[in-house]
């Protein structure tokens, strides 16, 4: 898995939308939020969200993106996501390595999250990132029915 440094990571902007719709729109695994949902993620009213996106530095082309919602001490990553065709380049990492760092910024010491027990890649990689399972909400998501595997990350802040 190599780190592509041919990526930038900037703030989510209201032109990028259509292309996160889509991002997430061709993945099984990702949240199937409404474009409304992405809108509020840049709206800088209360809850404070990190919205990121990572780009192709030669095409200009939104290839994934994060949004995390802060209530410091506590985050909650909402979701990330890597259009399939640049995925296991090191962009999903990058993502959340640049969200981590504004959300200590923002003093914010744990980051949580829920994941489809059955999303065992997704589970793999949070665990990469030093998250740890802390329980479970039985029958969280639906269609299909299925289990929320919690996980919690306790930011390592300088």
Excluded: C
């Excluded at 199937?32 to 996106?53: G, K, T, V």
């Excluded at 999903?92 to 981590?100: G, I, T």
């Excluded at 923002?106 to 489809?116: A, F, G, I, M, T």
């Amino acid at each position: 898995m190599s780190n592509d440094s041919s990526f930038q990571i900037r703030s989510m902007k209201a032109a990028d939308l259509d292309r996160i719709v889509e991002i997430a729109s061709g993945l099984d695994d990702a949240p199937q939020w409404p474009r409304r949902a992405y809108e509020s993620a840049l709206d800088s009213s209360s809850p404070r969200r990190i919205a990121l996106i990572a780009e192709d530095s030669r095409t200009g082309v939104a290839v994934g993106f994060v949004v995390a919602g802060l209530v410091p001490p506590e985050a909650e990553l909402e979701t990330i996501a890597v259009a399939a065709g640049f995925q296991r380049r090191g962009v999903a990492r990058r993502l959340f390595e640049a969200a981590a760092g504004d959300l200590g910024r923002s003093q914010v010491r744990e980051v949580l999250l829920e994941v489809r027990q059955s999303n065992q890649t997704a589970q793999g990689f949070y665990t990469s990132l030093g998250f740890v399972e802390e329980g479970r909400r039985r029958g969280y998501y639906a269609d299909p029915v299925e289990d929320a595997v919690l996980m919690r990350l306790r930011l390592h802040l300088k």
